[in-house]
């Protein structure tokens, strides 16, 4: 791809160049950045930045003007700026960011250009900071990276850039670095859903995947179905397809993909609230009626809804902890198996592979957990991602046989998990035991996962930071550039402010 | 006082008006108010407000616009306002909100007028709401109550108003409703700080007591003596001069004072590192040295500088828990005791009126701990405020020696008590046991404490709220208002929403 190309020329111009290219632990440990970047020089100066800090851009939107107004909002947070003249007259001082973007396109998705290129000052106006990108996605990463060089100084009351100038020139090692998110165990007020959102950009995490509905509760509006979220925990425990229209539009100006799930057939018994035929029976209310053409009547109607507001390239179809049990038990539906020749494992192949279908009919191509992988791996659509959550081992049979994989293994990737240390976190590596390169391009990148079942709106950040970005780093900065024991970047990790 | 006058009149008049006037606890149940007003009469309607909602007043200062659109964008913070027409074209509608204040005067201080009527939809024009109030803080209040009468409603999904028409009349029973922050055991960044402030104002709390310093840590900027907050944690966990003067715009902006506090002798060790010769010695560096005329010039000095950022009526100096026994075990502090002819309890009670006579100079009334009542009552300073902390029974005898009292007895209003519940929260009465009326005026109110040796700025709003509020209930509401069992208010405080 030219933009990798481009990085590679970038990286080669900056180790013939006299400054300080960044290589060794020690020299990591002065570099202040969370995720670390691809490439890092820095040098002995300090830069103060002018109290009308600017930025100009050759990029017409005002999705950037916005972005580097939030991220003057945040590096002005905690003290109030008013300068002490006496203590800076002779400093040279940073009046503003110049931004060049390459590319028109604003629109995100899957798999764009995430790279950007800083320099503090910029060599050829030394009174600016220079950034440039391909997209204007990747210049949101590049103004996250400048807003953790400027530091509040106590004696000139003002901003300032330490250890300039600095040349960095990165991108990411995974173009899938996810945060689930569960609606469904517990209600997430629209304003937690952006706080969430706000601190994913800060770690340059890239995509919210919003586990929606759950079998505990339904809380959104799907027009074609509008019994359905009579399933939520009370009424004012809903979105509107306007609320969730808003979360996406929010994650999408901050660069960040919301991949929407369902989760068929064996995490949906808050759907019979409204469509009680949805349940096998009143007594036996899970997985989905397989036997019923209104099943796949409503999911089809879901995700027709969903293609309305959810324009990330995937959706999310669950697949995971089916008991089938009240399949084989309900009259109605056990004659239905016999007369189509289907024992339980086949029924729920049927119903993986019909969803699947489904979405296709849509223009997404899908998620499933493992263990639709585990169970007939090779029936699923090509354009199958594995999510795995099970254990360490099946990212590399699922890249093995040719599908692509994200990797959340619950034993060190899922957030709920108290007990999982940030240091665990740090130390997940999504490519263990995957040496062909062709197969390692099929790990798409990896997932921490907050399941909602104890916590809510009042804990899920405290509960989500810092082991979250101990997971984003890994997903992030080049493998040869990760600390081999995470606890040499304790200190670059509390001081990140990413938590 | 006029406004008392007023509020009778306007009670009278409303009581022989056609609107329920409620009195019942059924009724209450109804009210979603929190805290309860003085007085509330509702109606069988519902108000849609428009889109524009607006607001018109005589009153000429951003500060109060400030208060109506942030007011404005907590009503619309938790669902996208996309009306549908179909839905409302037969509703009457609410354009917006007329604001008449009687006083331009806008200083706030301690006993300022906190009344406020409101009317919704005004008699004379149904399109508005009215809000009228002696000042522009009582009106804050006024729109506190305004923005709990609006409800999204997920068929018109737009704000409405239940239960028009609507006629309030409220002002508080104390007017000292204070919480303590304490950032010296552990350093609240600037942005929580304002947070608390923020949620104080929904429960309209109207005193932030800010213990700034104690031993673990000084953290704020002494112009005066530049050392003194060496006792930081850390460089980066620090207040500027500029940084504190902002709290206090901050919180004026909501109607909130600041009481400053340093906690003299016996909470100062960490004044020492700057100025170790404030330490009886390097071994025993606890309380103040007393036999040092250093140590009342920078009791001065810090005074001298609070009075620049700390405008309340107030200072707090603490004055409780001292032990003394470094000040006999320390040569020249012994000695001294001796050529002054002081026991330690001699010595404690100097020291406390001769900071109370530094703080006086500056023009400040005085709050102490209990301790000093307990110990010297009788020598206080007439300007004293007594703050109570250690349990129950001192405000009868503090008000009974004419003494003003602030109640925050640690059995029930320390939030740092964790298993104190907010039912206990709400029962503890600042009046127990003090029957004679002139004497009650001398409670000017109560304040819940939040120590900070547990918690930081990840968990103070969760272990502040909802407890907080139930004591903000109890110091605003009416007496004959309040529940006699706190389990009756359970649902409303739910839905309050203040937490």
């Given at each position: 791809?030219?933009?990798?190309?481009?990085?590679?020329?970038?990286?080669?111009?900056?180790?013939?160049?006299?400054?300080?290219?960044?290589?060794?632990?020690?020299?990591?440990?002065?570099?202040?950045?969370?995720?670390?970047?691809?490439?890092?020089?820095?040098?002995?100066?300090?830069?103060?930045?002018?109290?009308?800090f600017e930025h100009s851009?050759?990029?017409?939107?005002?999705?950037?003007?916005?972005?580097?107004?939030?991220?003057?909002?945040?590096?002005?947070?905690?003290?109030?700026?008013?300068?002490?003249?006496?203590?800076?007259?002779?400093?040279?001082?940073?009046?503003?960011?110049?931004?060049?973007?390459?590319?028109?396109?604003?629109?995100?998705?899957?798999?764009?250009?995430?790279?950007?290129?800083?320099?503090?000052?910029?060599?050829?106006?030394?009174?600016?900071?220079?950034?440039?990108?391909?997209?204007?996605?990747?210049?949101?990463?590049?103004?996250?990276?400048?807003?953790?060089?400027?530091?509040?100084?106590?004696?000139?009351?003002?901003?300032?850039?330490?250890?300039?100038?600095?040349?960095?020139?990165?991108?990411?090692?995974?173009?899938?670095?996810?945060?689930?998110?569960?609606?469904?165990?517990?209600?997430?007020?629209?304003?937690?859903?952006?706080?969430?959102?706000?601190?994913?950009?800060?770690?340059?995490?890239?995509?919210?995947?919003?586990?929606?509905?759950?079998?505990?509760?339904?809380?959104?509006?799907?027009?074609?179905?509008?019994?359905?979220?009579?399933?939520?925990?009370?009424?004012?425990?809903?979105?509107?397809?306007?609320?969730?229209?808003?979360?996406?539009?929010?994650?999408?100006?901050?660069?960040?993909?919301?991949?929407?799930?369902?989760?068929?057939?064996?995490?949906?018994?808050?759907?019979?609230?409204?469509?009680?035929?949805?349940?096998?029976?009143?007594?036996?209310?899970?997985?989905?009626?397989?036997?019923?053409?209104?099943?796949?009547?409503?999911?089809?109607?879901?995700?027709?809804?969903?293609?309305?507001?959810?324009?990330?390239?995937?959706?999310?179809?669950?697949?995971?902890?089916?008991?089938?049990?009240?399949?084989?038990?309900?009259?109605?539906?056990?004659?239905?198996?016999?007369?189509?020749?289907?024992?339980?494992?086949?029924?729920?192949?049927?119903?993986?592979?019909?969803?699947?279908?489904?979405?296709?009919?849509?223009?997404?191509?899908?998620?499933?957990w493992e263990e639709t992988?585990?169970?007939?791996?090779?029936?699923?659509?090509?354009?199958?991602?594995?999510?795995?959550?099970?254990?360490?081992?099946?990212?590399?049979?699922?890249?093995?046989?040719?599908?692509?994989?994200?990797?959340?293994?619950?034993?060190?990737?899922?957030?709920?998990?108290?007990?999982?240390?940030?240091?665990?976190?740090?130390?997940?590596?999504?490519?263990?035991?995957?040496?062909?390169?062709?197969?390692?391009?099929?790990?798409?990148?990896?997932?921490?996962?907050?399941?909602?079942?104890?916590?809510?709106?009042?804990?899920?950040?405290?509960?989500?930071?810092?082991?979250?970005?101990?997971?984003?780093?890994?997903?992030?900065?080049?493998?040869?550039?990760?600390?081999?024991?995470?606890?040499?970047v304790t200190g670059r990790?509390?001081?990140?402010?990413?938590?």
């Amino acid at each position: 791809m030219a933009s990798e190309a481009l990085l590679v020329a970038m990286v080669v111009a900056l180790a013939l160049s006299n400054a300080l290219l960044v290589t060794s632990e020690s020299e990591y440990n002065k570099v202040k950045i969370w995720p670390m970047p691809a490439s890092v020089s820095y040098g002995h100066s300090h830069l103060y930045l002018s109290n009308d800090f600017e930025h100009s851009t050759n990029y017409d939107s005002g999705l950037l003007k916005d972005a580097f107004n939030r991220m003057l909002a945040v590096i002005r947070l905690d003290h109030i700026i008013e300068a002490n003249f006496s203590a800076l007259h002779l400093s040279p001082l940073l009046r503003g960011l110049h931004i060049v973007i390459s590319s028109s396109n604003h629109q995100l998705q899957y798999g764009i250009d995430e790279s950007y290129k800083l320099t503090v000052p910029s060599p050829e106006n030394p009174g600016y900071a220079h950034l440039e990108a391909q997209t204007v996605y990747g210049a949101l990463h590049g103004l996250q990276t400048f807003s953790q060089l400027c530091h509040f100084n106590f004696t000139s009351r003002v901003l300032e850039v330490h250890m300039s100038p600095w040349t960095i020139i990165d991108q990411p090692r995974f173009s899938y670095r996810g945060l689930l998110i569960d609606t469904s165990r517990h209600y997430l007020p629209l304003p937690i859903v952006k706080k969430v959102i706000d601190s994913m950009s800060y770690a340059k995490l890239n995509v919210l995947h919003w586990h929606i509905v759950d079998s505990q509760s339904f809380p959104l509006e799907i027009p074609s179905y509008p019994k359905l979220w009579d399933g939520a925990y009370s009424p004012s425990e809903r979105y509107t397809v306007a609320d969730a229209a808003e979360v996406v539009s929010y994650a999408q100006q901050r660069g960040i993909n919301v991949l929407a799930e369902i989760d068929v057939p064996g995490h949906a018994r808050s759907w019979g609230t409204g469509y009680p035929s949805l349940w096998p029976s009143k007594d036996c209310q899970q997985p989905l009626d397989v036997s019923k053409e209104f099943t796949f009547k409503v999911i089809d109607g879901i995700l027709s809804d969903f293609s309305k507001i959810f324009n990330f390239k995937f959706v999310h179809l669950g697949g995971d902890e089916v008991n089938t049990s009240c399949w084989t038990i309900t009259p109605h539906i056990s004659k239905w198996l016999r007369e189509h020749g289907m024992n339980e494992s086949q029924a729920y192949q049927y119903f993986i592979l019909r969803a699947q279908n489904v979405a296709l009919s849509h223009g997404y191509e899908i998620v499933n957990w493992e263990e639709t992988f585990n169970d007939f791996g090779n029936k699923l659509s090509r354009k199958t991602v594995v999510h795995n959550w099970l254990g360490g081992g099946v990212a590399r049979q699922v890249v093995a046989s040719g599908l692509r994989c994200i990797v959340s293994n619950q034993d060190k990737w899922y957030l709920d998990h108290l007990d999982t240390t940030w240091q665990e976190f740090y130390a997940n590596e999504p490519l263990t035991n995957i040496t062909n390169l062709k197969q390692q391009k099929l790990v798409i990148g990896g997932e921490v996962c907050m399941w909602g079942e104890t916590i809510d709106g009042s804990d899920i950040e405290q509960t989500i930071w810092p082991r979250a970005a101990a997971a984003a780093e890994r997903l992030w900065t080049p493998y040869d550039k990760l600390a081999k024991n995470p606890r040499e970047v304790t200190g670059r990790l509390a001081h990140s402010g990413v938590y």
